[in-house]
């Protein structure tokens, strides 16, 4: 929970019901359109529009966010009130050149991958979603702590390089089982890379380490028949022309900080971007439904596909008070929709 003055923010926004609208087509088909970079019929909101198959097999991490846990390489996770999350508190090994004898790989022939997936209904209304959290770069300092990932990846760029590239093996692998399964329309893949201030590595680095993993990850879910958004905190700006050219993202979950309008106007006939809501002021106590209004149509005219190359943004909310979100929530339906039009 972020405290600014009065405003306090969730690290996750808590989930209000959906409205039902009386939409055109299809939620998922909609959200689809964009990710295959067509114009979509109004502004889809990402996560509202996707169902989220069962989670309980994918022990790559914990499989609660509000509790200490342990993965399934042995790392031990403690929880953080002020953070939302669990944190690594233990490591695999104390520096790269020791991962090939450490690291103990999990058994996935012998993992039950039907985990929680009794009485699970497939609803084709919505995408089916996967959400795959630490990535590469992640894994890397989740096993040997952070300090040391940076200086690994300065000194033995080398060995981080065939690290990641069995990582990737391994990776590619578990996406596989659960897709065999839940047949994904699209899956969130996270690997953040930067700061609020600067990537944490250099491009020369980025290019001789994570980047043809990367590649080669990414490309395994689309050929799957996955669309991928890449989630990826901090300033990256350098790194927006590599996951758009290179690695292919077919969408990019990134931080506001970033140039939004100038990635939309030089790559949107290839990628779509999630855009956030103002948190400063959807969790504004004082914030009324009038001032989310606006904030909706001001989006919308800024960063909507009948402005820029491709489908422009996906949408993503939360909000203090329950009328401020869906007078938000169905500002940006109506307005886009209406401002869309001509396009369809």
């Not at 996951?243 to 290839?270: F, P, S, T």
């Not at 489908?311 to 938000?328: N, P, Q, R, T």
């Amino acid at each position: 929970m972020s405290n600014i003055g009065e405003i306090k923010i969730p690290t996750m926004p808590k989930f209000m019901p959906l409205i039902k609208h009386d939409y055109p087509i299809t939620e998922r088909e909609n959200l689809m359109r964009a990710l295959n970079r067509q114009k979509p019929m109004w502004m889809p909101n990402l996560y509202r529009s996707s169902q989220l198959p069962p989670w309980a097999a994918y022990n790559d991490m914990p499989s609660s966010m509000d509790a200490d846990g342990t993965d399934w390489f042995g790392i031990r996770y403690q929880y953080s009130e002020a953070q939302g999350s669990p944190t690594p508190v233990s490591h695999a090994f104390a520096e790269i050149g020791e991962w090939r004898e450490k690291i103990v790989w999990p058994d996935l022939d012998n993992w039950d991958w039907l985990q929680g997936a009794d009485g699970f209904v497939r609803d084709e209304r919505f995408a089916s979603a996967g959400l795959f959290g630490n990535g590469l770069f992640e894994r890397l300092h989740i096993f040997e702590g952070f300090e040391q990932a940076l200086v690994d990846l300065i000194s033995e760029p080398e060995e981080c390089r065939a690290f990641f590239e069995q990582l990737a093996d391994y990776k590619i692998d578990v996406f596989r089982r659960m897709n065999d399964i839940y047949h994904y329309d699209y899956v969130v893949y996270n690997d953040d890379w930067g700061t609020a201030r600067a990537p944490f590595f250099s491009l020369d680095l980025f290019e001789a380490t994570v980047c043809e993993p990367t590649i080669r990850v990414v490309r395994a879910m689309q050929q799957g028949g996955a669309k991928v958004i890449f989630h990826n905190c901090g300033l990256i700006d350098s790194f927006i022309p590599h996951l758009v050219n290179d690695i292919r993202a077919d969408g990019l979950e990134i931080q506001g900080i970033n140039d939004i309008k100038g990635i939309l106007q030089n790559y949107g006939d290839k990628v779509t971007v999630e855009y956030h809501a103002d948190q400063y002021l959807m969790y504004d106590p004082e914030t009324t439904p009038d001032a989310a209004r606006r904030h909706a149509r001001e989006i919308v005219d800024l960063y909507g596909a009948h402005v820029n190359p491709g489908a422009g943004v996906l949408i993503s909310a939360g909000a203090a008070k329950d009328e401020v979100f869906y007078a938000f929530e169905d500002e940006i339906f109506h307005y886009s929709l209406e401002k869309y039009r001509d396009l369809r």
